[in-house]
């Protein structure tokens, strides 16, 4: 099922995975809170999660699916918890001292805090893209080098395919095809953050999150970053933290706007920005806060 | 006084302050070249002591104090990388972790004869190592430890979080991380902790007082339970032990060890050197 043709993820080809669907499912698939048109995959499910840092409580009863191979932007003012929730989604928020959490994460129909649930295996499967490109100070080579060393590929040519394929993947191999043994950061900031998306490919990830991942970007590197992203969706599925209610608008195509640790409305991209049902969306984004 | 003057005034003393501490090493540095240069030959260098030491040469404390360099820093690099490792990266923050903090500490504040008497009794005398280059580089790697470690968590420190973030959300383990993503950008600061003690153990004369170094042994050492001549106590004794020495004698011995610490100094320092340009943030 490996075999990595074109980058996409394993189990692409393989339908959805078979589990037990519980009473609670059912009855949302009839009902179903989140009007979609059909009912797609889901590949992560949030249910009742909570998360506290010590006393204070940063999410508040979060419940939210997110759709296979689409991009979901969670939008919202500073501070209400957005990128706290895309970090409990590959328990990157265990390094923060103090953190507790109730409720689950299911990603792929696996809770990811369930026991024997290890951290590693859940980051192989969800990629981060970080706020400010972060590419280690080594050479293009060996940042997109890192993932697969440390997942036991050693071999030459499979890491030279592996770094081909990745770089092809976010554009950039013909312009750094003969620069990979330049370092990372004589590149451009979008290159760097391309580069940085790149490098999660070869450990070949089903799910992207991306933190901000335009916030340090100009805003033609924006678009073309943008760009990607929607290119990248044929194979990945994509949630995307983002403060730029413009850019939630153009490349998503659900959004959920958080306020307070609290999700306040989750919906397709064109029904949240034109017709919002809860007032304090309509508030944020027609630019009466935030 | 005027703002200007004030200035002027301000600028000259730290000019001169600065002045005084550059001009003691160059002085020095000089003083150790012009009487001792013209002491140094291959029969100086490479000969054994002769005549009471006041002829011949000093090979053996050479050789006596590489390998207590050699043996102190291949115990204390690893044991103290190994503890700063894991007190910034592994460790959360308790009464253990405090309580090894402040034994870091406390070593750090012990004078250099004390580490002797201590090497004496636990090397010497309760391990029966005896006078021997095992007990003279465990007393050394013993004072080297805190700076090792001390210098080791500082440049574990300094490695942007982002690193360790990145490593770690690419899957993997918290040992890979620190070994791929975090100890190679520290390795330049290690170094320098590394550098500054190897000079302290070629240069110390109190830990090895009672542990290790041999007044007068020609001959080189068959295995590191033997006891060795060391560079700065051989300078100590033939400076207050052995009247009638020529000052070429002295000021020859002095420049090797300076020469000895330097020559270690300046591969640490290339390699150092060379780290750094690979990896810039």
Known sequence: MNEGNAGKPPGAMAGPPRRTVTALEAAERVSGPTPLAEAPETIVEVRNFNLYYGAFQALKNINVKIVRRAITAIIGPSGCGKSTLLRSVNRMNDLVPGVKTAGQILVDGEDIHGLGAEPVALRKKVGMVFQRPNPFPLSVFENMAFGPRIHGTFRKSEIHEAVERGLRAVLLWDELKDRLKASALSLSLEQQQRLCIARLLPVKPELLLMDEPCSALDPLATERVEELMQEMKENYSIVVVTHNMQQASRVSDHTGFMLLGELVEFGETREIFTHPHDHRTEDYITGRFG | ?281
């Open chain 2, 1 to 281: 006084m005027s703002a200007r003057h004030a200035q002027t005034i301000a600028f000259a003393l730290l000019a001169l302050s600065t002045l005084l501490v550059v001009l003691p090493a160059l002085f020095m540095v000089f003083f150790l070249v012009r009487n001792g240069l013209p002491a140094l030959s291959a029969e100086f260098l490479l000969g054994e002591p002769k005549d009471g030491m006041r002829a011949g040469g000093i090979f053996p404390a050479i050789v006596g104090s590489f390998c207590l360099v050699v043996g102190a820093i291949t115990v204390s690099v690893p044991i103290g990388v190994l503890t700063a490792i894991y007190l910034s990266e592994y460790s959360s923050d308790s009464a253990f972790t405090r309580l090894v903090r402040l034994a870091i500490l406390n070593l750090a504040g012990v004078p250099s004869v004390v580490y002797g008497l201590f090497g004496m009794g636990l090397f010497v005398y309760f391990l029966g190592f005896g006078q021997s280059i095992m007990a003279g580089a465990l007393t050394l790697s013993i004072m080297n430890l805190p700076v090792i470690i001390t210098a080791t968590r500082e440049a574990l420190q300094s490695v942007p979080p982002s690193f360790r973030e990145v490593s770690l959300a690419l899957g993997a383990t918290r040992w890979q991380t620190v070994r791929y993503a975090v100890l190679p950008n520290a390795i330049p600061g290690i170094l320098t902790g590394v550098i500054l003690e190897v000079s302290r153990a070629a240069g110390e004369t109190a830990p090895i007082l009672f542990t290790v170094a041999a007044f007068y042994l020609p001959g080189l050492p068959q295995s590191v339970f033997d006891p060795v001549m060391a560079l700065p106590y051989h300078l100590y004794s033939i400076s207050t032990q052995v009247p009638n020495i020529s000052a070429g004698m002295r000021y020859g011995t002095a420049l090797t060890l300076v020469g000895l610490v330097l020559s270690v100094n300046v591969v640490a320092i290339f390699l150092r050197a060379h780290l750094r340009r690979k990896r810039r943030w």
